[in-house]
């Protein structure tokens, strides 16, 4: 299966500036996701990524708030926005595996981002 | 719209009982399920899907399409087994996202 490395794996940030968040896989993928785990609370995915054409929102988010840049099939960047408390949560990436191979998908180990 | 209810926020087991996880789910076409698991301070990672029919760690998850349900079950709980188990759902040919429950912490008891 694919390997993710996201970065940073954790950062506190002043209320008002924004973050970006980077996801390199380890091979080729079309479509990259980003989720937010706010705490206590589900995987909640925020976008679809695909290389070439912009990104896909879900009901809630918007681009202006998520900016998201797919620069090429192994990379990716999700950046939040003139960010408030709210804002605090764990941000991951995911990537599509080789469905015939039985891999599922794959995430990343997680951005843990806190907004003071 | 696709939808994964996980009813339990908490199971709590003793060492060397039988485990249940339970999950329906809602969709309209035909659905991947899967389940994944977050041990402590470690990146979630997928424990093991309905397709392939396997047994992970000692788990199974037969998709009942009747039921529109996807339990998760290991016969003897083992201390390790202790962690956060999530559902998911996506639908079949790729290119879908993945649907997640709202997770059930598993606690196994010495």
């Known amino acids: 299966s694919a390997v993710i490395s996201q970065k940073p794996s954790r950062d506190i940030c002043q209320r008002g500036t924004s973050l970006t968040i980077q996801c390199q896989v380890d091979?080729?993928?079309?479509?990259m996701f980003w989720y937010r785990q706010q705490p206590g609370q589900s995987l909640t995915l925020i976008a679809t990524?695909?290389?070439?054409?912009?990104?896909?929102?879900e009901s809630g988010f918007v681009i202006d708030k998520f900016p998201i840049s797919r620069p090429n099939l192994t990379f990716s960047t999700l950046t939040v926005s003139n960010m408030s408390p709210e804002d605090s949560s764990i941000y991951l990436c995911?990537?599509?595996?080789?469905?015939?191979?039985?891999?599922?998908?794959?995430f990343g180990s997680g951005t843990r981002l806190t907004v003071v | 719209a696709q939808r994964v209810t996980q009813p339990e926020k908490l199971l709590s087991v003793f060492k060397g009982a039988p485990v249940e996880l339970k999950c329906n789910y809602s969709y309209s076409g035909s659905p991947e399920l899967f389940w994944y698991v977050q041990y402590s301070r470690q990146r979630l990672q997928l424990l093991l899907r309905h397709i392939s029919r396997e047994s992970i760690k000692g788990f199974t998850a037969d998709l009942n399409k009747g039921e529109t349900s996807f339990h998760l079950k290991k016969p003897f709980a083992q201390e390790e087994d202790s962690a956060m188990y999530y559902c998911a759902l996506t639908g079949t040919g790729g290119g879908n996202k993945l649907t997640f429950g709202t997770g059930t912490q598993l606690k196994v008891e010495l």
């Open positions: 091979s080729q993928v079309t479509m």
């Open positions: 990524a695909n290389q070439g054409s912009e990104a896909t929102y």
């Open positions: 995911s990537v599509e595996g080789d469905r015939e191979g039985g891999y599922g998908y794959t």
